[in-house]
């Protein structure tokens, strides 16, 4: 059972969200919030899998209790909740260690495998729209870190594919491999960088000039 946490400071957007969820088998709201300082108290009190996290809320924002969340040891998997679909806010939170974000008015059934997805851990919500978002708020690069240089030619050619946000399937079919294939050279990938998914991997491409 996947257990999730909604926070939003709008209570009818909780509302459908939490009849959404609780219509399907293997999900359950455990616990709400109202605002960034709440969700910090309910997710301690809840353990969740999955934190919906809005980004724009009073007395503390989104941004700022996603920080704090991912500080702790052993931390859910948050996704932001935003109106834009170019939202600084959401890139920052990104940044941070978020496990990706979603529009409000996204489709109910985009919603639930977007919850399904991160929870499973293996792959970002929406690779494209997150290259997107950074491509538009990214400006200066850092240094490429010396743990770059461990990749094999191949996994390099993998991550540039998975940086611009390609799927496994299609990385599979472009670079004639199978599916199980590329998810072994990510995942090899991933642990190298000490990256902890897709989501931070297209990130690290921006931070370093390598998308």
Request: proline share 4%.
């Amino acid at each position: 059972m996947i257990r999730v946490v909604l926070v939003d400071d709008q209570a009818l957007f909780r509302a459908g969200i939490r009849m959404l969820i609780a219509s399907q088998p293997d999900m359950d709201v455990v616990g709400e919030a109202g605002n960034g300082q709440e969700a910090l108290d309910v997710v301690a009190r809840t353990a969740p899998d999955v934190v919906l996290m809005d980004i724009r809320m009073p007395v503390m924002d989104g941004l700022t209790a996603t920080a704090q969340l991912l500080k702790k040891a052993d931390p859910p998997r948050v996704v932001m909740l935003t109106t834009f679909d170019l939202d600084e806010s959401a890139a920052r939170a990104i940044q941070q260690g978020a496990s990706g974000f979603l529009l409000k008015d996204a489709e109910p059934e985009f919603l639930l495998a977007a919850v399904r997805t991160v929870y499973a851990g293996s792959s970002v919500i929406a690779a494209s729209a997150t290259r997107e978002l950074f491509a538009h708020f990214t400006q200066a690069t850092t240094p490429v870190p010396p743990e770059y240089g461990d990749l094999t030619d191949r996994e390099r050619e993998i991550f540039a594919l998975a940086a611009r946000g390609l799927s496994n399937s299609e990385i599979a079919a472009r670079e004639y491999l199978s599916e199980a294939t590329v998810k072994t050279h990510i995942s090899r990938i991933l642990a190298k960088l000490s990256l902890r998914d897709r989501v931070q991997l297209v990130v690290f491409a921006f931070e370093h000039g390598l998308a």
